[in-house]
């Protein structure tokens, strides 16, 4: 995982007897400012793709609020560059697209292009879904299409997508 702020935070793959996942967690305690983390993996076909994640809420009463997503169009996370995140929270219902431009000094400039509570996201698990056709992408929540944008930057050979969580001040997610 990168930016992680707290003692406690983690990310593992658990393989089970009837089952497989990737958990991320967040220790954003105690901390004055919200704070994300993300894991990456390399795709070759950056114009056209489609990255989905089935994502939840680890059951824990500490748990503060946040919200979990994908990270796409990753060129690179050096200074310079920006990606794009998708992300929900699943106790509002509220979802938002956002794009984190990397800073000089490596911190991250969050700018949200759009957001909303489309009653399709639940309070247990959601299927999210990014499908990107260069430029156009689309955003779907439990198999259902919930926005659209246009990314009229250009991308490398390969691209990086990956899961993303994100923590508010003094809270754990």
Known sequence: MSNVPGDGSYAEYINGDDFAEYQMYLDNKPSEKASSAKSMAHLMNPNSYAVKVTGYRMDN???????????????SLAPG???????????????ELVKMKILSNNTIEPATISQGNPSVITNGPNILEVRQNWPKVDLLVNNEKIDEYEIN?????????????????DSLY
């Open 81 to 95: 560059n920006s990606y794009y995140v998708f992300r929900v929270n699943s106790e509002t219902g509220y979802y």
């Open 153 to 169: 930057e250009w991308v490398d050979d390969f691209i990086q997508v990956g899961l993303h969580v994100y923590a508010d001040h």
């Open 61 to 75: 009463p500490l748990n503060g609020n946040g919200m979990y997503g994908l990270a796409f169009n990753v060129n």
